[in-house]
């Protein structure tokens, strides 16, 4: 071949023959069946849409959305909630819907106590001038603490002294006696006050509550609210003229004419209506179906309140306290 010819041969080559020529580069077509090739788009189509609902519902604040590839999930589900746990997922309406239908008085769990018989026949002296129980009286009876414990003891002491009276003559003389009834509680705590939780003190008061159901019991576990009512056992105008008026201490219950809140064994609290605060939220009306039909007047004026609700109630009643 002439070299004009060759040249024009070497000139048409296409260029690419001659790249792979001069690279030694084999070039292969491999044909895909038509059936592997939709297999693989269906599959990228599936991941695809995967991969888009996963980042439509991952929530904001999920700990584990930005794990690291060397991250894993802690024990338990990896939503957050391990179900093995005690620790249950925080549900505001079990918080709020309590169960506030009635109970029966007699299907509470109260501790056995004792009532002191001595004291039934024991009353406040008919001159008293006695008005009904309202929560302002913690500020204007000036209450210094409120307990709660159990009552370990409660006995009568009576006092007998001596009083100058012009009443029969000038100067005269006049005997004059006077009763309490004196409780020993075991503190367990301590919810307004000096905290004297963890010790035994005694509380003196000149009334004493005498129905048998609902009475102060030796044994069982109160709230008391107390005032400072000094040293001594009497407070009227007349001059001292001797005899024992010391007191065996100077707390005394803010109001001893009703019942006294009653705490029951599995932690719940008995407590007279006008406790308005106490009484508020989440409370049963408690049926007195242990007075056999006879008339109290209590018998529709108690109700039944959980720990909790009883203790954030409490903590709205010490903050009004004044």
């Not at 012009?166 to 905290?195: M, R």
């Not at 004419?257 to 932690?267: F, N, R």
């Amino acid at each position: 071949m002439k070299n004009e010819k060759l040249l024009d041969a070497i000139g048409s080559i296409d260029d690419d023959l001659i790249y792979h020529a001069i690279n030694d580069v084999k070039v292969q077509k491999r044909r895909v069946p038509l059936r592997w090739a939709t297999a693989a788009a269906c599959l990228c189509l599936i991941a695809a849409a995967t991969f888009s609902v996963s980042i439509r519902h991952t929530p904001a604040d999920d700990p584990y959305a930005n794990l690291d590839d060397g991250n894993s999930f802690p024990d338990g589900d990896p939503n957050g909630y391990d179900p093995s746990s005690t620790v249950r997922p925080t549900d505001s309406s079990e918080i709020l819907e309590q169960d506030t239908s009635p109970v029966y008085y007699s299907s509470l769990m109260l501790p056995e106590g004792k009532l002191n018989e001595d004291l039934l026949g024991f009353s406040a002296s008919s001159t008293m001038d006695i008005k009904a129980f309202d929560e302002s009286m913690l500020s204007q009876d000036h209450c210094c603490m409120i307990v709660e414990g159990t009552i370990v003891n409660l006995y009568a002491k009576h006092y007998s002294y001596d009083i100058y009276s012009d009443k029969f003559e000038e100067k005269g003389i006049l005997h004059a006696k006077t009763d309490t009834v004196v409780y020993e509680v075991a503190v367990e705590k301590t919810w307004y006050g000096e905290d004297v939780s963890g010790k035994t003190i005694l509380v003196e008061d000149t009334s004493y509550f005498t129905e048998p159901i609902l009475a102060v019991k030796a044994g069982m576990r109160y709230v008391l609210p107390l005032y400072d009512c000094g040293d001594s056992i009497w407070t009227l105008g007349h001059e001292y003229a001797g005899g024992d008026i010391t007191r065996e201490t100077r707390y005394s219950t803010l109001y001893p004419h009703h019942p006294q809140i009653a705490v029951t064994e599995d932690g719940s609290y008995l407590i007279p209506k006008d406790w308005t605060t106490l009484t508020a939220v989440n409370a049963r009306d408690v049926i007195m179906d242990t007075l056999d039909g006879e008339y109290s007047y209590y018998q529709d004026k108690m109700c039944l309140v959980d720990a909790g609700t009883f203790a954030n109630q409490m903590s709205v009643l010490v903050a009004n306290i004044r």
